[in-house]
């Protein structure tokens, strides 16, 4: 008698699913990588053309077969072997794999880096497939004022939820991507709110690590200050799996130095009464306007949440918050980025374009824009021209000074007056006081807008539409993940909300692991 195998579905599959099914020897990596890159050419640049993913791996199927073979003779390394996983194209890989590290700009195009970028290392020695690069925001949208999801090297992706919807970003494509399963899993990289803001429009788990967690080496940076490297996952077991993987100190970025010496296990963290016990506060004085629904599914999931066992002080105010943090907080941005850029260009091996710093790159973008400043949207290069005239002088310096203060004084302040274990809001307006903390953030579906919402008109994305979801946003001080996991975990469980609502029919990729295994 024949057993029938079910294989799991690739639209939801989970890294444990295809980890089971692996070692069962059901289906190789070599078949994942198949049908994940047959799902990408399904809808990237044809059907809905998403344009998630710039480019893909060359060598994966290689890859694949040999970590297939590997699994046969000594067995899996560990929870990510043989995996398929996207990462944001800042991200650097070895130039002789065949790949390119652009920050989705045609200056970087033929650059060659001189090492994998340490994330990328610690995946690959992890037993993970590297399968492609995904869309940026161009410069991960520090640009200028252009619209999210575009990137001179792709052209404008968008959401998988709402057709011509914003993706936001600037991790836009890597936030597309796991929406739908063209990947187990990916890396984004946030400054503020460049990881929570994609996961909330795409229906996905974010988690930024508090600065320094993760090395930011080999990553086209922004700003040294607030740069942070996390997964974007469907489930937060997934991204917990891979914050393991990527963690850690790093001789190459001294921020990863002052972590505690031990990554703790972050599979541990896995709890479904997770929230037992736990004191969270809502900081309304940082959301007091919004969205009526965001508003509405909040409020209403705080009684979940307390069900849960956990106590939800509300307000619980973050002391000295006040508009106006966005001043400070730019003028350290274009400080960094023009310094970290320049440093950037400089540690690669070749740069085709002969670009070396913030000047070349206007330069280049001017010279260019019938690829780059591309008409009627995406034009604008202003964010480049005022960090070219900025410096890091004692106003710099006083702005990253304050910036701290206020970040830091809010978030550890609200904690130690209501003795509170972590903070909850709409994700939608809570990415700025992490950021400029450069502390934690985790974000989980929550909802999504009314089937009857009136789209927004599209120009050239829109940003309200039918079902376009959203999500809720824990967050604390330094080196919390394993905590904010947690309680992550044990909301998600207790609620699977990403589930509720799918992506839009033509955005669903039809390839599922029957079409490619034994073919």
């Not at 057993?3 to 599959?13: G, H, K, N, Q």
């Not at 993760?214 to 086209?220: F, H, Q």
């Not at 994305?461 to 975990?489: C, D, H, K, V, W």
Request: proline share 7%; glycine share 8%; hydrophobic share 40%.
């Amino acid at each position: 008698m024949m057993t029938t195998i079910s294989f799991p579905d690739l639209y939801e599959a989970s890294i444990a699913d295809l980890q089971d099914g692996l070692g069962k020897a059901h289906f190789t990596s070599v078949d994942l990588v198949k049908a994940y890159l047959a799902r990408i050419e399904e809808v990237n640049f044809k059907g809905p053309e998403l344009r998630a993913v710039i480019e893909t791996n060359p060598s994966a199927l290689k890859q694949a077969k040999d970590l297939d073979s590997e699994r046969k003779t000594s067995g899996a390394r560990g929870p990510l072997h043989g995996i398929p996983i996207l990462i944001k194209d800042n991200i650097a890989t070895e130039h002789s794999e065949g790949m390119n590290t652009t920050a989705g700009s045609y200056a970087l195009l033929g650059s060659v880096v001189p090492r994998d970028a340490t994330v990328a290392a610690k995946l690959r020695a992890a037993g993970a497939i590297i399968l492609g690069k995904t869309t940026p925001s161009e410069w991960a949208n520090f640009r200028g004022s252009v619209p999210s999801g575009f990137c001179g090297r792709t052209g404008q992706s968008t959401s998988p939820y709402v057709p011509l919807g914003n993706p936001s970003g600037s991790s836009s494509g890597s936030a597309i991507a796991m929406a739908i399963g063209l990947a187990a899993g990916s890396l984004g990289t946030e400054t503020n709110g460049s990881i929570v803001s994609p996961s909330n429009n795409c229906n996905l788990v974010g988690m930024k690590p508090t600065v320094g967690l993760t090395s930011r080496a080999g990553v086209i940076p922004i700003s040294s200050h607030q740069d942070s490297i996390g997964p974007m996952c469907r489930s937060v077991a997934d991204a917990a799996v891979v914050l393991a993987a990527i963690a850690g100190r790093d001789p190459l970025d001294e921020y990863t130095l002052a972590q505690p010496a031990v990554v703790p296990d972050y599979i541990q963290a896995l709890k479904p009464d997770g929230l037992k016990g736990v004191r969270l506060g809502v900081p309304r004085n940082v959301f007091a306007q919004g969205d009526e629904t965001i508003a509405a599914a909040f409020n209403a999931t705080l009684s979940i949440i307390r069900r849960l066992g956990a106590t939800v002080i509300d307000p619980a105010d973050m002391p000295g918050w006040h508009t106006g943090t966005e001043d400070y907080e730019d003028v350290v941005l274009r400080g960094d980025f023009k310094v970290d850029i320049t440093k950037y260009i400089s540690g690669l091996v070749e740069v085709p374009t002969g670009v070396k710093d913030l000047a070349d790159l206007i330069h280049f973008n001017t010279q260019h824009a019938e690829k780059e400043l591309v008409k009627p949207y995406w034009t604008d290069q202003s964010t480049f021209i005022k960090a070219q005239a900025t410096s890091q002088d004692q106003a710099f310096h006083n702005a990253v000074a304050t910036d701290y203060k206020l970040g830091r004084g809010a978030i550890d302040g609200a904690l130690k007056a209501h003795n509170l274990d972590a903070l909850i809001m709409p994700t939608e307006y809570a990415s700025t006081p992490p950021a400029i903390a450069a502390y934690p953030i985790i974000t989980v579906p929550l909802g999504f807008l009314p089937p009857a919402t009136v789209p927004d008109e599209a120009r050239p994305t829109r940003g309200r539409g039918p079902n376009m979801p959203f999500g809720i946003s824990f967050f604390g001080t330094a080196y919390t993940e394993f905590q904010l996991l947690q309680y992550a975990y044990a909301y998600e469980q207790a609620t699977h909300t990403r589930l509720k609502q799918k992506a839009y029919p033509k955005a669903i990729p039809k390839t599922q692991l029957v079409d490619v295994v034994g073919k």
